[in-house]
């Protein structure tokens, strides 16, 4: 399969710091890259939705100028987490489809702890 | 009642069992079907990908669509301690593609 790499896997930030994760596509183009918020034992909650170029698409009740999302380059997409708080802790993944391709890959995630 | 429903679990199975996963759907736009198996503070792993109805096997996994009963399965032969993990349903219209999840189940299986 393709791969997808994101770092870091894991980062502890003080209390309102911005935190930045990155997300590559190592083998092939990204048309689209998903991010996602996993709490402990629940499913994926989708974060928001960027194309290559454009602006990203927010999911109902998450604040883009907390989450801001890039996606600057067919093989990078990058979420930063602006003045984070303990509550924002949680595990971040990224994945990533191909044009006219339904399947996506995710990256190993990030476990973002804020103290 | 969600678009994608699947039993969280947990699913205790010995070693060497066949084990059959299940998601049901209501969104009849759903074409693309896909199963992800998730270790514990991992990314999910694609493992299998079917469009449309029918089945498709990959070694020890077969995946299974029906569409025209809204509900797709995972069967895997032989299972080993290793398959151990939480497994994904996922799914998709053309278009936007945008991935519908079910919550996962927890499989274990024991020695």
């Known amino acids: 399969g393709a791969v997808v790499s994101q770092h870091p896997s894991w980062v502890i930030c003080k209390s309102g710091t911005s935190v930045k994760i990155e997300c590559r596509s190592l083998d092939f183009q990204a048309t689209t890259m998903f991010w996602y918020r996993q709490f402990p034992k629940q499913s994926l909650m989708l974060m928001a939705t960027?194309?290559?170029?454009?602006?990203?698409?927010?999911e109902q009740g998450v604040e883009k100028d907390k989450f801001l999302i890039n996606h600057a380059s067919l093989t990078l997409s990058t979420l930063t987490v602006t003045s984070a708080h303990p509550e924002d802790s949680s595990f971040y993944i990224c994945?990533?489809?191909?044009?006219?391709?339904?399947?996506?890959?995710f990256g190993q995630g990030t476990r973002l702890t804020v103290v | 009642q969600k678009e994608v429903e699947q039993d969280p679990g947990p699913l205790s199975v010995p070693e060497g069992a066949i084990v059959s996963l299940n998601c049901t759907y209501s969104n009849s736009a759903f074409q693309y079907f896909m199963w992800y198996r998730q270790y514990s503070r991992k990314g999910p792993e694609l493992l299998m990908y079917?469009?449309?109805?029918g089945n498709k096997e990959d070694g020890r996994f077969t995946a299974q669509v029906d569409k025209s009963s809204k509900y797709i399965s995972l069967f895997i032969r032989d299972s080993q301690p290793s398959d151990s993990a939480t497994y994904l349903c996922a799914m998709s219209a053309g278009g936007s593609y945008i991935p519908t999840f079910g919550r996962g189940t927890s499989l274990i299986v024991h020695p």
């Open positions: 079917t469009y449309s109805s």
């Open positions: 994945s990533a489809r191909a044009r006219g391709r339904a399947e996506a890959f």
């Open positions: 960027s194309n290559e170029g454009s602006k990203a698409t927010y």
